[in-house]
């Protein structure tokens, strides 16, 4: 767990912001109260004067305006220990990704799928033994999240039973697909390379009548651009425009 121990009103902010939008597990704590149990890496501001000598912690000091590179150091240092990276990858219209060092979560996204690809290549950049566990639930946008994934070490892993059932409080957005991720990242899958998968007649149907729907009744993409959405060549907006200049 990440603790932010500051002063600096801007970096706390700041900190605390971008360890949310990471999915980051962490607390922040004043300068004089004791680290909480659990504590694997602080991040305090230079002019703190802080010091950590003797316990068993990664001390980052940073800055607001380096807040990112900051956060990053302090991840990095959680993954850097005996665990594997290991993302999970839920896929569908926005695909939950859960990033493991062993068995922490160090890292969460609930991400378009068109951004899903590089938010998961940003995250195995540094590292060489990285293994990427993608759920096979959504057929079309796991294949595409799995062709794209090219020199990443990839397992299909089934997804049957992973998404879970959400309490009272629980419901927020992109929560059940985050939390499929992590599920999806400790199953062992089978290996893969790349995923050949066949638009159903019932699938580019379904996309024919979406198309109808979002365009007010107007058109009905042709048979050839319904498969291209289905594959993830183009969006449904795509299709649709090509539709009316067609």
């Known amino acids: 767990m990440i603790v932010v121990v500051t002063e600096d009103f801007e970096l706390y902010h700041a900190a ?9 597990t962490f607390t922040t704590r004043e300068p ?3 680290l909480p149990e659990g504590t694997e890496a602080v991040i305090s501001a230079p002019h703190d004067g802080l010091s950590f000598r003797g316990e068993p912690v990664q001390h980052v000091t940073t800055t607001a305006d380096d807040v990112r590179d900051g956060v990053e150091e302090a991840l990095g240092g959680l993954r850097g ?13 926005q695909p939950g990704i859960a990033v493991l060092s062993g068995e922490t979560v160090v890292a969460a996204y609930h991400v378009s799928l ?12 540094d590292e060489p033994d990285a293994l990427v566990r993608v759920g096979d639930g959504d057929r079309l946008r796991s294949a595409r999240v799995v062709n794209e994934l090219e020199g990443a070490s990839v397992e299909l892993v089934d997804e049957s039973g992973t998404t879970p059932t959400l309490g009272r409080g629980a419901a927020g957005k992109g ?4 939390l499929a991720a992590v599920n999806i990242a400790r199953m062992k899958g089978d290996p893969v390379e790349t995923r050949d998968v066949e638009p159903t007649a019932g699938e580019t149907q379904r996309i024919k009548n979406e198309s109808r729907d979002r365009s007010n009744g107007d058109l009905t993409v042709s048979e050839d651009l319904a498969r291209g959405v289905a594959l993830g060549e183009l969006t449904l907006e795509e299709a649709i425009a090509r539709q009316r200049d067609g």
């Open 32 to 34: 004089d109260v004791a």
């Open 175 to 178: 929560m059940a697909d985050v």
């Open 114 to 125: 068109a951004d899903a690809v590089d938010t998961v290549l940003a995250e195995i950049e």
């Open 81 to 93: 220990g005996d665990g594997r990276t290991v993302v999970g990858v839920d896929p569908g219209e």
């Open 16 to 24: 605390v912001a971008e360890l949310r939008e990471r999915g980051a």
